[in-house]
């Protein structure tokens, strides 16, 4: 079974208490840390599941049977190329080398910025590994537009993206 890391913002009514963390835990959210900055309350999910649908779908249900509703997801697709590295378990070096086509089938994915790179974790485990399950893909545009939005600040770059995306 495969583990996926997420995270959902939560409506909680009252914000971060004992009580909603004990009502979470005991809704199956134990494999989450919960925090909360400022009043809005947050979990970060490590989960284990046959695909990443199912982890999220299965998030989502906890969740609402703690009481409470999710306002956003955010999936952990965009990365650094130090991100690259510790994930791989590679050096900083060894990435950079790859990224510059100085090593290896200079296929390395292109990244989604030239200001800030970053790249879709999704190319980049495939790129290693292969192809990801067609589930991986889950994430919808909207939602990887709205993450782009705030990680990309070059508006050039986001337009060329959003393209990308949906060249409609």
Not at 75 to 85: F, H, K, P, T
């Amino acid at each position: 079974m495969n583990s996926y890391r997420f995270s959902f913002w939560i409506d909680a009514e009252g914000g971060l208490t004992d009580e909603l963390v004990d009502q979470l835990y005991e809704a199956g959210c134990d494999d989450a840390l919960v925090g909360a900055i400022d009043d809005h309350v947050y979990l970060d999910f490590d989960r284990e599941a046959p695909s990443i649908g199912e982890a999220i779908s299965s998030a989502i249900r906890d969740i609402r049977s703690a009481g409470c509703s999710v306002i956003r997801f955010r999936g952990d697709y965009l990365v650094s190329a130090s991100q690259i590295a510790e994930r791989i378990g590679r050096s900083r070096a060894s990435i950079t080398q790859l990224i510059k086509g100085q090593r290896g089938d200079k296929s390395f994915p292109v990244p989604l910025t030239s200001d800030r790179p970053l790249w879709v974790w999704d190319d980049v485990e495939a790129y290693f590994n292969g192809p990801p399950e067609s589930e991986s893909s889950l994430k919808t545009s909207y939602e990887l537009a709205m993450e782009l939005c705030r990680l990309v600040p070059n508006k050039k770059d986001r337009n060329k993206i959003f393209l990308d995306i949906d060249p409609s």
